[in-house]
């Protein structure tokens, strides 16, 4: 069963820093994109960035690049987003998310959520101002 869980969230203080967690498993992680998307109050959910350990690749959403940083440790079978300068619209319920990559997808851009199959069930990061 494959299983993904967040972890992580908390209330912050604008500029400060938290870095999420995404403990995957039921699977073989490096077959898989895992996202990161998030949805705030009242909108919806946006895509973060996704990582794909099988070609060595991350993409981010050019509004986050530069603040937000996924990073992966298939030793644990976790996936991370460090989130930095955090302000008070980055308050919002985070998610992460896995679809399976086949061998030779190398330009797949998972990068909207119909694109994946399976969801954690969130974490929420508040940050006040």
């Known amino acids: 069963e494959v299983q993904l869980v967040e972890s992580g969230g908390g209330l912050v203080q604008a500029g400060g820093s938290l870095r999420l967690s995404c403990a995957a498993s039921?699977?073989?992680?490096?077959?898989?994109?895992i996202g990161w998307f998030r949805r705030a109050p009242g909108k919806e959910r946006e895509w973060i960035a996704y990582?794909?350990?099988?070609?060595?690749?991350?993409e981010y959403a050019d509004s986050l690049k530069g603040r937000f940083t996924i990073s992966s440790d298939s030793a644990y079978n976790t996936v991370y987003l460090e989130m930095n300068s955090l302000k008070p619209e980055d308050t919002a319920v985070y998610y992460c998310?896995?679809?399976?990559?086949?061998?030779?997808?190398?330009?797949?851009?998972?990068?909207?959520?119909?694109?994946?199959?399976?969801w954690g069930q969130g974490t929420q990061v508040t940050v006040a101002s």
């Open positions: 998310a896995a679809r399976y990559v086949a061998a030779g997808w190398t330009d797949y851009r998972p990068i909207s959520d119909y694109q994946y199959n399976y």
């Open positions: 990582i794909r350990s099988d070609v060595d690749t991350t």
């Open positions: 039921g699977f073989t992680f490096d077959d898989y994109a």
